[in-house]
């Protein structure tokens, strides 16, 4: 099951998938089950055009690391191609190799409202921080975080994209790319509309994992299990999930458990029903965690050894990049060229 936006427009045609991978970190388990593995296996569905790009200018308004921006894009490139992401359908590239999203980007925050952008919740929570610290009402926000909905609408109308898979955070910004798109098409396009109203897609199917400590799978919250540890570091990782006291033998409830709920992220339906089994059985905490460590590494060893072989060809990972932005820019170029005609930035003659 999916929940699209109520007032879809879906426009006649393919549909047109996109979504942007902000390169501020360390893949780990959550954006797998959460991300990487539903959005690769939505690319191999033969209707949909997938475009998947590295949100490189995004990092930007959280990391201010050079280092830490390049190795994450690294990784993340690294982890979608070693998880089967093919690059022959989907268009694969990085954000800061299609200069006309910038450029959109800027002919986009001339028409968006400052007041929509008040309402966007990354800025307002960051606000309501600073309020109740009792100091200024904007202090440590730059432009960056204020307007990244722009950036990020940039992204999407560039492309046509049509739908938008997003975790639930993310819906109120493609929301605003809507609101955008419409002002844009209102002021500018007299006959034809020029930006293609995108749609959100939220799968309530998907896993929020918890982390080792019970909450979301979170970098922020500094609890997550990165994607591709070496296996004693994984299976050391899973010993670290937080459990309670029970003993071994005694009934243990499956439903407030991160150890089971990860299980069921990887696990075949009769695996889940064998393991809620063994929890009522009073399954031992170290003998369900020994098995949830053998069903993650069965999934992910192969990828694994890709990963680390892509990861010491860092110029095999950048081909791909550049052939993806190659195919990229044969839609953002024309689509750049017809905004600027649209808004008066157009040759003399
Ligand atoms: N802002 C998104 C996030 O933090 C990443 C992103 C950037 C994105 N541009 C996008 C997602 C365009 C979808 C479409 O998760």
């Given at each position: 099951?999916?929940?699209?936006?109520?007032?879809?427009?879906?426009?006649?045609?393919?549909?047109?998938?996109?979504?942007?991978?902000t390169?501020?970190?360390t893949?780990?388990?959550?954006?797998?089950?959460?991300?990487?593995?539903?959005?690769?296996?939505?690319?191999?569905e033969?209707?949909?055009?997938?475009?998947y790009?590295?949100?490189?200018?995004?990092?930007?308004?959280?990391?201010?690391?050079?280092?830490?921006?390049?190795?994450?894009?690294?990784?993340?490139?690294?982890?979608?191609l070693?998880?089967?992401?093919?690059?022959?359908?989907?268009?694969?590239?990085?954000?800061?190799?299609?200069?006309?999203?910038t450029?959109l980007?800027?002919?986009?925050?001339?028409?968006?409202?400052?007041?929509?952008?008040?309402?966007?919740?990354?800025?307002k929570?960051?606000?309501?921080?600073?309020?109740?610290?009792?100091?200024?009402?904007?202090?440590?926000?730059?432009?960056?975080?204020?307007?990244?909905?722009?950036?990020?609408?940039?992204?999407?109308?560039?492309?046509?994209?049509?739908?938008?898979?997003?975790?639930?955070?993310?819906?109120?910004?493609?929301?605003?790319?809507?609101?955008?798109?419409?002002r844009f098409?209102?002021?500018y396009?007299?006959?034809?509309?020029?930006?293609?109203?995108?749609?959100?897609?939220?799968?309530?199917?998907?896993?929020?994992?918890?982390?080792?400590?019970?909450?979301?799978?979170?970098?922020s919250?500094g609890?997550?299990?990165?994607?591709?540890?070496?296996?004693?570091?994984?299976?050391?990782?899973i010993?670290?999930?937080?459990?309670?006291?029970?003993?071994?033998?005694?009934?243990?409830?499956?439903?407030?458990?991160?150890?089971?709920?990860?299980?069921?992220?990887?696990?075949?339906?009769?695996?889940?029903?064998?393991?809620?089994?063994?929890?009522?059985?009073?399954?031992?905490?170290?003998?369900?965690?020994?098995?949830?460590?053998?069903?993650?590494?069965?999934?992910?060893?192969?990828?694994?050894?890709?990963?680390?072989?892509?990861?010491?060809r860092?110029?095999?990972?950048?081909?791909?990049?550049?052939?993806?932005?190659?195919?990229?820019?044969?839609?953002?170029?024309?689509?750049?060229?017809?905004?600027?005609?649209?808004?008066?930035?157009?040759r003399?003659?």
């Amino acid at each position: 099951m999916t929940q699209d936006a109520s007032n879809a427009t879906a426009p006649n045609g393919p549909k047109r998938v996109l979504t942007g991978i902000t390169t501020s970190g360390t893949p780990h388990l959550g954006n797998y089950v959460g991300a990487i593995r539903p959005a690769i296996e939505a690319s191999q569905e033969d209707t949909n055009e997938s475009f998947y790009f590295l949100a490189d200018y995004h990092a930007l308004i959280k990391c201010q690391d050079p280092a830490a921006v390049q190795q994450s894009t690294k990784e993340i490139a690294a982890t979608w191609l070693a998880l089967g992401l093919d690059t022959s359908k989907a268009v694969f590239y990085r954000q800061s190799n299609i200069p006309q999203i910038t450029e959109l980007c800027w002919v986009l925050s001339c028409i968006c409202a400052k007041g929509l952008m008040n309402r966007a919740h990354a800025y307002k929570a960051s606000v309501d921080v600073n309020v109740a610290d009792g100091v200024d009402a904007d202090k440590g926000i730059s432009m960056g975080l204020f307007s990244y909905p722009v950036l990020m609408a940039a992204d999407i109308l560039m492309f046509g994209a049509t739908h938008i898979p997003v975790g639930k955070d993310q819906i109120q910004h493609v929301e605003m790319a809507r609101d955008i798109a419409q002002r844009f098409n209102h002021i500018y396009a007299n006959k034809a509309p020029i930006l293609t109203l995108p749609d959100y897609v939220v799968s309530d199917q998907v896993a929020v994992l918890q982390g080792l400590d019970g909450r979301k799978m979170s970098k922020s919250y500094g609890n997550t299990i990165p994607l591709f540890l070496p296996e004693k570091q994984l299976k050391k990782h899973i010993n670290k999930i937080k459990t309670n006291l029970l003993e071994p033998g005694e009934a243990k409830d499956p439903d407030t458990s991160a150890v089971f709920q990860i299980w069921q992220a990887f696990a075949s339906d009769e695996q889940t029903a064998a393991m809620r089994q063994a929890f009522a059985d009073g399954i031992a905490w170290g003998e369900a965690k020994k098995q949830l460590f053998e069903l993650i590494n069965a999934e992910l060893a192969e990828s694994r050894e890709r990963y680390n072989d892509l990861m010491s060809r860092p110029q095999d990972i950048e081909e791909q990049l550049q052939a993806g932005a190659a195919r990229a820019r044969a839609i953002s170029e024309p689509m750049m060229a017809e905004v600027r005609q649209a808004v008066g930035i157009a040759r003399l003659f």
